[in-house]
């Protein structure tokens, strides 16, 4: 997405110089608009429903790097957006979620990918500390990681969101805060054909005791494609 605004950026400067563009006219929100949960979850063949006591964000959400505590940033999947934001009519619980989808609804999808992409495990060793930003993962660094994470069964993935891998691990970064009240407890990541749906875990001190009910929400809320 920051490559295509930056495009759009320097097609707007080029004509402020030269002149009339022969490039038709694209607005920087019809660019983003196209990054919603809806979009990406189609260019992945994701169904999703928003339970009943949630509210969803009908966009995607950006994070401003002077108003969140960098430990926030550094652990959710996508350090400044997510591609949707569900919170919880008791006020106890922010869901951040994510698709690896680019908003291309008609983009192929290579069915033979059955494997976990390394680029996740970079991300999850960036979000628990272990791992640089943008590096792949060695195989000491791994071994930390894998001590860090649990891997559900294969036949809980499926049966749960006909997904090939779900990964979950805790987050105990007190600091990582999100509008004063909600704490990042647990990320999710699952996975079909090599793309990822990522979910982030945030709740109030009183939401904690309701967490494993937040998790059932989502259980019941995705379902890939066969």
């Given amino acids: 997405m920051k490559k295509t605004i930056s495009l759009l950026l320097a097609n707007l400067l080029f004509v402020a110089a030269y002149g009339q563009s022969t490039l038709p006219a694209v607005s920087l929100k019809d660019i983003i608009g196209k990054h919603t949960l ?17 509210t969803a964000s009908p966009e995607a959400v ?12 550094r652990s959710i999947i996508f350090a400044n957006t997510v591609t949707s934001e569900w919170t919880h009519q008791d006020g106890e619980c922010v869901l ?4 690896s989808g680019d908003g291309n609804t008609s983009r192929l999808i290579d069915k033979d990918v059955s494997q976990i992409d390394r680029s996740t495990f970079s991300l999850i060793g960036h979000n628990l500390k272990i791992v640089d930003t943008f590096k792949y993962p ?7 990681i894998n001590k860090a994470i649990t891997y559900w069964p294969e036949k809980k993935a499926k049966k749960t ?9 805790p987050l105990n970064e007190a600091k990582a ?4 009240k909600y704490t990042l407890v647990e990320n999710w990541f699952i996975l079909k054909w090599g793309h990822r749906l990522s979910v ?3 709740v109030t001190d009183n939401g904690l005791k309701n ?5 059932k929400d989502i259980e019941k809320s995705f379902k890939f494609n066969d």
């Fill in 200 to 202: 982030s875990f945030l």
């Fill in 177 to 180: 805060v999100y509008k004063g």
């Fill in 211 to 215: 967490l494993d009910k937040y998790k």
């Fill in 62 to 73: 950006g994070f401003s790097y002077t108003e969140n505590p960098k430990e926030l940033l």
């Fill in 38 to 54: 809806e979009n990406h979850a189609k260019s992945i063949e994701l169904n999703y429903t928003v339970p009943n006591e949630y």
């Fill in 138 to 144: 060695t195989t000491d660094e791994m071994e930390q």
């Fill in 96 to 99: 951040f979620i994510t698709c």
């Fill in 161 to 169: 969101f006909n997904a090939q891998h779900v990964i979950t691990y």
